[in-house]
């Protein structure tokens, strides 16, 4: 690691890459994956042996105070709920199904899935607590046909149990006051009394048993099924920690708020601490406003070793850390490295976090990115501590094939390797079009070198190939790339941004504004009405002079915004226009705000268009 950075170890990439005639280029790395073990629940009875006594997880309970589970608790209550599982008859055609968020419960209740080769599906809370019609939820139960739904509080999903329970499926429940039909208890379960089952079904589980189904946020349609076996999470594993081998020199502490119905909260987070015998507290703070303070709470009394968050997070955690040194000192105390996915961190966010560790350890803590998916566990590739900024996925992972075709001026990515799902859940035929025919999963993501001459430096992301779209003129607009650049040049009050422009003669936005910007910009209380901000004269001059900016930087049509429309209605789950990860459906916006589209092209455009002509 270069001398700006803080002291811990980074492993090494060393490309090799060979090319095909027809202009195909297949990557790998030159170092080994190293061995990892068959099941991740081996790696719970080695720390619950190794180290006993170490907290495994921890949060909050209703005083403030961290309620903790050390590892041999966990391995002796894991094992009771295995057995509770095995009385269920749960099978893979049966499936565990968890409708809450994070918590210890939670975790305990999966691992015990696990534990015993029964295979848990997460789903997200949003599907059930903030969706009108549970079309989603709907959809995963008539996939799965779950013996058993799990929510923590049986009452704020009664709604949602009344509308999915069916015949043969059994709730549980923390808290099973306020729903009407029949349901078992946590604390029940606890009690029960393993038997030889649960030790005949632990050494049954292999590397290929299913040990989750999760499902893909749903950005092109209803949700899939990810089969993700027991070697895709070990596998992947073994590719953090090639990229990361301080964790197994000190057990990581992860203070996280990212949900496990997610990939990167619930493979790659959870994953890291169980299998380096580290601790996770769990954080029940949210990176918004309101929610964020128990995030700095958090991190105020807690020294994580690394971090992870999305660029939001980041972005309000800068602030923070600007004008409260005590947060300041606690967060970067014991601080390695820190880590994004879910889309690009603003520069100017990356330049305060800078900032913010040189002033409290005299360098820099480094910051990595890279490209995954639900499909690959989810990493694929890392970019280099050197070559890391926004935008840039790196190298393969150690253990991965990257093969890079050619589509147009672009290069379609697609990656092969132990991490891939063998495919979705009864949808054989999204499967078999998911692959080609050497067995690689097409990502549908391009990618491009960050210097053709120089490979080994890494490859940047170049958008999502489904998204691109031609003009009127035939010239093709590469839509990723250009939504980064506008989030980034609007910063921070642009949310977020939908593209148009297909078969028009040049290119418009959609743009989601982010409200508290645009509110603190506009000078007006809480009491103003989102339009009322969005229609004010200083966010309006904010958003003439971006297209000012834009129509400056721009190299030819492709790129050249000429109008964009502020947006006063936040995009809706039940209309697919957003997930629950907070991804933007680009598809699913255009279609059900066709008329703002039309109004983007009007001689006579209305007063929420803004343009630069």
């Given at each position: 690691m270069?001398?700006?950075?803080?002291?811990?170890?980074i492993?090494?990439?060393?490309?090799?890459?060979?090319?095909?005639?027809?202009?195909?280029?297949?990557?790998?790395?030159?170092?080994?994956l190293?061995?990892?073990?068959?099941?991740?629940?081996?790696?719970?009875?080695?720390?619950?042996?190794?180290?006993?006594?170490?907290?495994?997880?921890?949060?909050?309970?209703?005083?403030?105070?961290?309620?903790?589970?050390?590892?041999?608790?966990a391995?002796?209550?894991?094992?009771?709920?295995?057995?509770?599982?095995?009385?269920?008859?749960?099978?893979?055609?049966?499936?565990?199904?968890?409708?809450?968020?994070?918590?210890?419960?939670?975790?305990l209740?999966?691992?015990?899935?696990?534990?015993?080769?029964?295979?848990?599906?997460?789903?997200?809370?949003?599907?059930?607590?903030?969706?009108?019609?549970?079309?989603?939820?709907?959809h995963?139960?008539?996939?799965?046909?779950?013996?058993?739904?799990?929510?923590?509080?049986?009452?704020?999903?009664?709604?949602?149990?009344?509308?999915?329970?069916?015949?043969?499926?059994?709730?549980l429940?923390?808290?099973?006051?306020g729903?009407d039909?029949?349901?078992?208890?946590f604390?029940?379960?606890?009690?029960?009394?393993p038997?030889?089952?649960?030790?005949?079904?632990?050494?049954?589980?292999?590397?290929?048993?299913?040990?989750?189904?999760?499902?893909?946020?749903?950005?092109?349609?209803?949700?899939?099924?990810v089969?993700?076996?027991?070697?895709?999470?070990?596998?992947?594993?073994?590719?953090?920690?090639?990229?990361?081998?301080f964790m197994?020199?000190?057990?990581?502490?992860?203070?996280?708020?990212?949900p496990?119905?997610?990939?990167?909260?619930?493979?790659?987070?959870?994953?890291?601490?169980?299998y380096?015998g580290g601790?996770?507290?769990?954080?029940?703070?949210?990176?918004t406003?309101?929610?964020?303070?128990e995030?700095?709470?958090?991190?105020?009394?807690?020294?994580?070793?690394?971090?992870?968050?999305?660029?939001?997070?980041f972005?309000?955690?800068?602030?923070?850390?600007?004008?409260?040194?005590r947060?300041?000192?606690?967060?970067?105390?014991?601080?390695?490295?820190m880590?994004f996915?879910?889309?690009?961190?603003?520069?100017?966010v990356?330049?305060?976090?800078?900032?913010?560790?040189l002033?409290?350890?005299g360098?820099k803590?480094?910051?990595?990115?890279?490209?995954?998916?639900?499909?690959?566990?989810?990493?694929?590739?890392?970019?280099?501590?050197?070559?890391?900024?926004?935008?840039?996925?790196?190298?393969p992972?150690?253990?991965?094939?990257?093969?890079?075709v050619p589509?147009?001026?672009?290069?379609?990515?697609?990656?092969?390797?132990?991490?891939?799902?063998?495919?979705?859940?009864?949808?054989?035929?999204?499967?078999?079009?998911?692959?080609d025919?050497?067995?690689f999963?097409c990502?549908?993501?391009?990618?491009?070198?960050?210097?053709?001459?120089?490979?080994?430096?890494?490859?940047r992301?170049?958008?999502?190939?489904?998204?691109?779209?031609?003009?009127?003129?035939?010239?093709?607009?590469?839509?990723?790339?250009?939504?980064?650049r506008?989030?980034?040049?609007?910063?921070?009050?642009?949310?977020?941004?939908?593209?148009?422009?297909?078969?028009?003669?040049?290119v418009?936005?959609?743009?989601?504004?982010d409200?508290?910007?645009c509110?603190q910009?506009?000078?007006?209380?809480?009491?103003?009405?989102?339009?009322?901000?969005?229609?004010?004269?200083?966010?309006?001059?904010?958003?003439?002079?971006?297209?000012?900016?834009?129509?400056?930087?721009?190299?030819?049509?492709?790129?050249?915004?000429?109008?964009?429309?502020?947006?006063?209605?936040p995009?809706?789950?039940?209309?697919?226009?957003?997930?629950?990860?907070?991804?933007?459906?680009?598809?699913?916006?255009?279609?059900?705000?066709?008329?703002l589209?039309?109004?983007l092209?009007?001689?006579?455009?209305g007063d929420?268009?803004?343009?630069?002509d």
């Amino acid at each position: 690691m270069t001398a700006e950075y803080r002291d811990v170890t980074i492993g090494s990439s060393t490309l090799i890459m060979r090319e095909r005639p027809d202009g195909t280029r297949l990557l790998t790395i030159e170092e080994p994956l190293a061995p990892y073990p068959e099941t991740l629940m081996s790696c719970l009875d080695h720390w619950a042996d190794a180290r006993p006594d170490q907290v495994l997880v921890a949060r909050r309970d209703a005083d403030g105070a961290w309620r903790t589970v050390t590892y041999a608790q966990a391995r002796q209550q894991i094992r009771a709920l295995a057995q509770a599982l095995l009385n269920q008859s749960l099978s893979p055609e049966r499936p565990l199904v968890i409708l809450s968020g994070n918590s210890i419960e939670h975790l305990l209740l999966a691992f015990a899935a696990m534990y015993v080769g029964i295979p848990y599906a997460p789903v997200s809370p949003a599907y059930c607590l903030v969706s009108q019609d549970y079309s989603k939820a709907h959809h995963i139960c008539d996939l799965l046909t779950p013996g058993v739904l799990f929510a923590d509080d049986a009452g704020a999903y009664a709604p949602a149990l009344q509308a999915l329970v069916k015949p043969g499926m059994q709730v549980l429940a923390v808290t099973p006051d306020g729903y009407d039909g029949p349901v078992s208890t946590f604390a029940d379960w606890l009690r029960t009394e393993p038997t030889e089952a649960v030790d005949a079904a632990h050494r049954n589980c292999s590397a290929d048993t299913i040990a989750k189904f999760l499902f893909t946020s749903g950005s092109t349609g209803m949700p899939k099924g990810v089969i993700n076996t027991n070697r895709m999470l070990c596998s992947n594993q073994s590719m953090l920690r090639g990229l990361m081998p301080f964790m197994a020199e000190q057990p990581p502490v992860l203070v996280d708020w990212l949900p496990w119905n997610h990939t990167f909260g619930g493979n790659h987070n959870v994953g890291i601490v169980l299998y380096n015998g580290g601790s996770l507290y769990i954080d029940d703070g949210k990176p918004t406003p309101d929610r964020m303070r128990e995030t700095l709470r958090n991190l105020q009394e807690l020294s994580p070793t690394v971090y992870f968050n999305v660029p939001k997070g980041f972005e309000l955690l800068a602030a923070e850390l600007e004008r409260n040194d005590r947060l300041r000192e606690s967060f970067f105390c014991n601080l390695n490295l820190m880590f994004f996915a879910g889309a690009g961190l603003a520069q100017h966010v990356w330049d305060r976090l800078d900032e913010q560790a040189l002033r409290t350890l005299g360098c820099k803590v480094g910051m990595l990115t890279g490209l995954g998916a639900t499909e690959t566990a989810p990493s694929a590739m890392f970019a280099s501590l050197e070559e890391s900024r926004s935008g840039v996925i790196g190298l393969p992972a150690r253990g991965v094939e990257i093969k890079l075709v050619p589509d147009g001026d672009k290069l379609e990515c697609r990656v092969r390797g132990p991490n891939v799902m063998p495919g979705y859940w009864r949808q054989p035929e999204v499967t078999a079009q998911s692959f080609d025919d050497e067995g690689f999963y097409c990502l549908g993501d391009a990618a491009c070198f960050i210097d053709p001459d120089k490979p080994e430096r890494g490859m940047r992301f170049d958008g999502r190939i489904a998204e691109d779209f031609k003009l009127d003129t035939g010239t093709w607009v590469s839509v990723g790339p250009l939504r980064t650049r506008i989030i980034s040049a609007g910063a921070p009050h642009v949310q977020d941004v939908v593209i148009a422009g297909l078969d028009r003669p040049y290119v418009s936005a959609l743009v989601f504004p982010d409200e508290s910007a645009c509110r603190q910009l506009a000078g007006l209380p809480a009491s103003a009405s989102r339009a009322e901000v969005l229609r004010s004269e200083p966010v309006r001059e904010r958003f003439r002079a971006l297209l000012r900016e834009l129509s400056e930087t721009s190299t030819g049509s492709s790129n050249r915004v000429r109008r964009l429309a502020l947006l006063e209605p936040p995009p809706r789950l039940d209309a697919n226009e957003i997930t629950d990860k907070g991804s933007i459906n680009q598809r699913a916006v255009l279609t059900a705000r066709a008329h703002l589209v039309d109004n983007l092209y009007s001689d006579s455009p209305g007063d929420q268009v803004i343009c630069c002509d």
